[in-house]
């Protein structure tokens, strides 16, 4: 795969199983950083264009979203997967696949009963293949991010197949 390969919002959309509606709101929103990062032209009703980076990112987000957790959970994740106040999908997608990541494992302990406790006590370890799986404390859930990053590594080479086919 060619580090100059861009893909456009219905690629995107295609290759991660994100809906096109939602996509486009989180890239409006500026949620969780995801943005194309590619220009395709000057002005409006230029194309978006998404890099890998970005299209992994993407996708990172979309695997949490639907493994059920919440906007704010997902912000706290990525946060603390980038080790920064500002969590950016395609940074810690870069991370993760730099670690060689094979699940994201989050653990949340219930809300104590202390009067400043707004939101549930959270971690985020990602877990490399050498580790196994630990004896849980609270709710834990996790995300086979190395797998699911290994399928959509294998749709992108497709499309790029098809695309020097045109």
Not at 90 to 97: D, P, Q, W
Request: include cysteine; charge should be positive.
């Amino acid at each position: 795969m060619a580090a100059y390969a861009t893909f456009d919002s219905g690629e995107v959309s295609g290759l991660v199983g994100i809906g096109p509606l939602l996509l486009n709101k989180f890239v409006e929103r500026g949620s969780y950083g995801i943005r194309p990062s590619v220009r395709s032209g000057k002005g409006r009703g230029g194309r978006r264009l998404f890099s890998i980076d970005d299209l992994y990112g993407v996708a990172l987000v979309w695997w949490l979203f639907e493994s059920g957790l919440r906007s704010g959970v997902i912000e706290n994740i990525l946060k603390q997967i980038c080790a920064s106040a500002k969590g950016i999908a395609s940074e810690a997608a870069k991370r993760l696949i730099a670690r060689k990541t094979v699940f994201v494992r989050v653990r949340t302990e219930p809300r104590r009963m202390h009067p400043g406790l707004k939101v549930p006590r959270q971690s985020v370890r990602l877990v490399p293949p050498e580790k196994p799986s630990g004896k849980p404390l609270g709710i834990e859930l996790e995300i086979p991010v190395g797998p699911f990053y290994g399928s959509l590594l294998e749709k992108m080479f497709t499309v790029s197949e098809l695309r020097r086919g045109e």
